[in-house]
């Protein structure tokens, strides 16, 4: 299992990452990746099968950190100031990453191969499936200019998170393995969200295992 990072930070508008893409990390995580995908490339051979997964943000039932976080945000408060993004994220559900890792063990098929749901979203269509999911309507308004140029100034790392686009085309590894995506974005955020809705009853039973 590696991730995205090994290719950067984030795309261009209009671009997106492949299987072939030239990597080129920039933080120590994307780099160890890389380092750790060479070192297993290594032991490849006739009675050792080497795939390497590379994903984006894996979100479903026992997500955490910024998407845990966003979620309780949409809780939370009645209105949430992100509602004129216009970037593009690819994601993966939970489940649709299964059915990859499935598919490449059963077919013991070798090589890079890039997950993702069937199309990239932004930060505000995000928002509103979430939203939706718990049952809330016209809760996104949006950010104002001034409040995205003082994030950006002092908060960059949080406007690339908000604004920047990292979108992968894995229509190759799709391809080789004859795969498509059974969950919708719709579904997989729908079961997170009652994931989540679940896990903060209060006396919850619930277990983050998918």
């Known amino acids: 299992m590696s991730t995205v990072k090994v290719y950067g930070e984030f795309t261009n508008s209009g671009e997106s990452w492949k299987e072939n893409t030239i990597c080129k990390p920039l933080d120590p995580y994307g780099k160890s990746k890389l380092e750790g995908e060479e070192r297993i490339k290594e032991l490849g051979d006739q009675n050792f099968t ?10 479903g039932p ?17 209105f949430i100031p992100l509602g004129n993004i216009n970037n593009q994220r690819s994601l993966t559900f939970v489940g649709n990453l299964c059915q990859l890792i499935h598919a490449i063990i059963e077919q013991r098929k070798s090589g890079i191969f890039l997950a993702s749901d069937e199309y990239p979203v932004s930060t505000t269509h995000l928002v509103k499936e979430i939203s939706l999911a718990f049952g ?6 949006p950010i104002p200019l001034i409040a995205q140029k003082i994030i950006k100034t002092f908060k960059p790392d949080i406007h690339r998170r908000l604004f920047g686009n990292l979108a992968v085309d894995n229509s190759q590894t799709r391809k080789i393995l004859n795969y498509f995506p059974e969950f919708t974005f719709q579904q997989g955020v729908h079961e997170m969200v009652e994931w989540y809705k679940q896990k903060n009853k209060p006396n919850n039973l619930y277990t983050d295992t998918y």
Do not use: D, E, F, Q
């Open 50 to 59: 080497v795939s390497i997964i590379r994903t984006p943000i894996v979100y």
């Open 62 to 78: 026992g997500v955490k950190a910024n998407i845990y976080n966003l979620m309780s945000l949409v809780n939370k408060y009645p």
């Open 136 to 141: 809330k309507k016209n809760n996104i308004i």
